[in-house]
């Protein structure tokens, strides 16, 4: 598990989070395709917190693509780096899971995060931030639909409708099970949306939500735990559960 503190000029205001949403999402790439489902690694990211005590756990968990078999996964906690602001969600997850992708072993391919890219109201959600900081393809693979409104898809898996601000489409909701609620798919960063909801098929087997996601909000949850315990009064330093910077 790798501890994070909150880096050095990160934003601490409300406005100064905005201005650097406002920079970085000029430099979102949305003409490329993204890998093929099916092929290469895929890296689901997901994070948990304790407001209570003030602690953020992120895991990374690389599967094979073909096979959905696990081949790396890596944490990281750390201190909450920004207050709950609806719109501005990722500048309190962003430090953790950039850590926990660069603790993995392994190159990460495409990174699905359990939350939004475009699909969000200032055209840059988690998926977005994060594919912009590191370069990767990224997509959003969200439990609900934020503040979008949508037609219900149709009942067969793979069913799909647009995800929409007003005219605007920002994503959409894809039926992963037959009859079952659907999930919500944006694009974040050099993914073209039918192959975001590709990959996110995939990704679907068995359950309503990726694989990825599933294995990370597993594996983010146990992270936490473990700093929780760590940092509880009268436990002793380095008996296997480290204490957060």
């Known amino acids: 598990m790798t501890t994070v503190g909150i880096p050095a000029g990160w934003p601490a205001t409300e406005e100064r989070a905005r201005a650097v949403q406002d920079e970085?999402?000029?430099?979102?790439?949305?003409?490329?395709?993204?890998?093929?489902p099916g092929?290469?690694?895929?890296?689901?990211?997901?994070?948990?917190?304790?407001?209570?005590?003030d602690l953020v756990a992120a895991a990374a968990v690389v599967l094979d693509a073909a096979t959905l078999d696990v081949v790396a996964e890596a944490t990281a906690?750390?201190?909450?780096?920004?207050?709950y602001v609806p719109g501005l969600l990722a500048f309190r997850e962003i430090p953790a899971v950039l850590a926990a992708?660069?603790?993995?072993?392994?190159?990460?391919?495409?990174?699905?995060?359990?939350?939004?890219?475009?699909a969000h109201p200032r055209r840059f959600g988690l998926a977005s931030h994060l594919g912009v900081l590191?370069?990767?393809?990224?997509i959003g693979v969200a439990k609900n639909p934020f503040t979008f409104t949508h037609d219900d898809p149709d009942a067969p898996r793979g069913s799909t409708s647009p995800l929409l601000d007003g005219s605007e489409e920002v994503g959409r909701a894809l039926r992963t099970r037959d009859?079952?609620?659907?999930?919500?798919?944006?694009?974040?960063?050099?993914v073209s949306l039918a192959n975001a909801c590709a990959h996110t098929l995939a990704l679907t087997p068995r359950y309503r939500l990726p694989e990825t996601t599933r294995r990370a909000d597993a594996l983010c949850r146990g992270a936490l735990r473990e700093a929780a315990r760590a940092n509880e009064p009268?436990?002793?330093?380095?008996?296997?559960?480290p204490g957060v910077v």
């Open 234 to 241: 009268g436990v002793p330093a380095g008996r296997g559960r």
């Open 134 to 138: 590191t370069g990767l393809p990224t």
């Open 77 to 83: 906690v750390g201190r909450i780096s920004f207050p």
């Open 39 to 53: 092929t290469g690694r895929v890296t689901g990211v997901d994070v948990a917190y304790d407001d209570e005590r």
């Open 24 to 36: 970085l999402r000029e430099r979102v790439v949305l003409g490329e395709p993204g890998p093929p």
């Open 101 to 118: 992708l660069e603790a993995l072993p392994c190159p990460p391919g495409l990174v699905v995060c359990d939350g939004y890219g475009l």
């Open 179 to 190: 009859g079952v609620k659907p999930v919500f798919v944006s694009v974040g960063h050099r």
